[in-house]
């Protein structure tokens, strides 16, 4: 039987509230199902549909969420680890590696966010990194920090903003110096950013375009299941308020021409061209 697109939501919060509330127990796909009132296949297909992830992407999500959470009250890791309910060192460090994609912890504007930010030089340009408590929430390219100072507050108008540079935002910087200077990622970057179920299924397929190499947009849009959504793929790598960190710049159109860049053509050229070198 089809679910509706209501009793597909229903199904999927009934899941995520269960999950979310002991991410430590050893989830199956069949025990999901059935807090959830569907079946396996209607589970994962109202996931797929909803968040654009799969059920064990969340559980992996969950856990990784709760053992950055212990880690910060143990002092120890090893009881962090489990605590989480990884069952063992070697598991958790592979679910870190995933894109720290959850959904954002501010409303719309930045509603009740605090939101810290780190500039620094790089060879495209001044670059802005911003940072809520859970990650990395925005990056800009600028020519001079007080036009990237403005980009931040007109994104998040109703946040909270840092009077000064957080040099506690090293570490994003130094993610985004990475992609910038076309070295590779760091591998773990907690992010924190809003963004509609299709969105978040694009922003996450471009994580997965391999450094140096570019993909379509008709090839993203075959990638996350939706082969005619191509102006809507291009749509959401433009409003993407993570380029360079979530790689963007890897699109380009059919014919190999670069297409659009939120920071123009000729930054988007200089991104591949190093990579690709």
């Not at 009740?112 to 990056?139: E, M, Y």
């Not at 959401?236 to 059919?254: D, I, K, Y």
Request: proline content about 7%; some cysteine; overall charge positive.
């Amino acid at each position: 039987m089809t679910l509706t697109a209501e009793t597909k939501e229903t199904v999927v919060r009934r899941a995520c509230d269960a999950v979310a509330t002991h991410p430590d127990k050893p989830w199956s796909n069949a025990r999901l199902a059935t807090i959830a009132g569907a079946s396996p296949v209607q589970l994962q297909r109202a996931f797929r549909s909803v968040l654009g992830i799969s059920p064990r992407d969340f559980i992996t999500a969950s856990k990784r969420r709760k053992f950055l959470d212990a880690l910060k009250a143990r002092p120890s890791v090893t009881e962090a680890i489990y605590e989480a309910g990884y069952g063992s060192p070697s598991r958790v460090y592979d679910a870190i590696r995933l894109p720290g994609m959850t959904p954002a912890t501010y409303g719309r504007g930045g509603k009740g966010a605090t939101i810290h930010w780190l500039t620094a030089s790089s060879p495209l340009g001044r670059i802005l990194v911003a940072s809520t408590d859970r990650g990395l929430c925005f990056v800009q390219i600028g020519e001079n920090d007080v036009a990237l100072a403005k980009a931040l507050r007109d994104e998040f108008p109703l946040a909270s903003v840092d009077e000064k540079a957080s040099r506690a935002l090293a570490p994003l910087m130094a993610a985004a110096q990475a992609i910038a200077e076309a070295r590779p990622l760091p591998a773990d970057v907690p992010v924190d950013i809003q963004g509609t179920a299709f969105q978040w299924r694009v922003w996450r397929a471009l994580t997965r375009i391999p450094r140096g190499q570019t993909r379509s947009y008709s090839n993203v849009a075959a990638a996350i299941g939706r082969p005619s959504a191509v102006r809507a793929v291009a749509r959401a790598c433009a409003t993407n308020p993570l380029a360079l960190v979530v790689p963007c710049h890897r699109v380009v159109r059919t014919d190999g021409q670069p297409g659009g860049y939120r920071w123009g053509v000729g930054i988007k050229k200089t991104l591949l061209e190093k990579e690709r070198r």
